[in-house]
């Protein structure tokens, strides 16, 4: 028998990996082949999929290599997953966005910008482990801060964090340090 | 003071369709930028007067609803109205040595407009993006062969932070019955340096220990909270090691020695800030 390819080994492991599977972890499992070689294959399978069409593909999220459904198929498919789909309101998006760019965050800084309380939205996000806590902030009251997680790229489909959509541009506002209007913050507990 | 005609006006046809038309603010930044979009009002030159005239006639609108009014809300009408009177009043003389002119006293209002609106937008981004298990959807990972056992972790155990610590904490203390009220004989008390002792005997003649079997022996909340306490107390000093297998998995505890060795010092264990 003929021994298999490294596309096809790849693909194997792709296949049977319950996450993202990053190029450092497929170089550690195939010690017999090439880093170099292994990156390749990665992108011939990519471009393979795209070539025949294939109903899923093979994209980088969070730091890894994922075979995922094609999103032309989203109709279909999710008639198999009815009874949970997963949507977000505006005020967990709008506070996922927040902590997303300006990580690491206080509930403070959050709150001052999106001008509500944000307790239950936070607990929500932490519990959905789309966020995590980071530590504490060195100011009077150590605050807790917040910053995003690797399911947050997973769920969000996003190679790393800086693969966030950059942030609109605000048109002809002065540059103003964002920690400098953070210090006049009114404690709001 | 809002007059009654600007208000029913404005709000007139919000009122029969309302429930929705409620849902639609976030907050009162989000109002007020609706406020602002609706009057086509340029955002660095807000009539302060108009907006927080139609600002309060939609708060009492809510009011008259019998809807909780969010103390957010109030909080920036309030606002608004310090603004309109720093607006009228007159400028201060500058301070010697502080040159350049005075800030508008609705700059700072409209950073945070314009600062929320960005971060409401990139929300929306994030929305539009290809949401795992909305929009797209993997090859669902079958747990029946899902392997136990440590050594055979996969990506080598998961670092845990405090916060899933106390959830697990927190779920093992739901499993405990309430204190029951007719015990009247003394119970022996454990002090968390005598837990510390024993979980570090334990780890002498054992590999490692398994959080939940370990809090679970205790027979009442008072043993299993000084048992917690030890074990972040250890792992202050550093001297025991915490690793998940897996998300929602066991937690095991080791000696840090071992950790080390055995790893290579490469799984980061739970660090408190």
Redesign the interface.
Known sequence: MQSPSLKATVEGLLFVSDGPTSLDRLAELLPEYDRAAIRISLQELRDGYEERGSGFTLVEVAGGWQLRSRPELTPYLSRMFKGRPVRFTQSALETLAIVAYRQPVTRQEIEYLRGVDTGAVLKSLLEKRLIKILGKKEIPGRPLIYGTTREFLEVFNLKDIKGLPTLREIQSLDEIPVYEVQEELPLVI | MPSEAVGTSLFEGAVQGYNVKLDVF?????LLLHLIRKNELDI?DIPIALITRQYLDYLKIMKELNLDL???FLL?ASTLLQIKSRLLLPLPEPEEGEGGEPEDPRA?LV??L???Q??????????A???????????P?SDVCSMEGITKSD?GPLEL???DLAEAFNRLLSCIPAARAHEVAPRDVLSIVDAISEILDRLENQEYLEFEILLLESPDQERMIAFFLAILELCRIKLIKILQNS?YGAIYIFPSTTVEADLDGDADAVTF?
Do not use: N, Q
């Open positions: 976030e907050g009162p930044l989000d660095h969010a103390g957010d920036m700072e950073r945070r314009l600062e929320y960005r971060y409401r937008d990139a929300g929306l981004d994030l929305g993006c290809k949401l795992l298990g909305r929009d797209v959807f993997v090859h990972c990506d932070d405090l916060y998300r800030p």
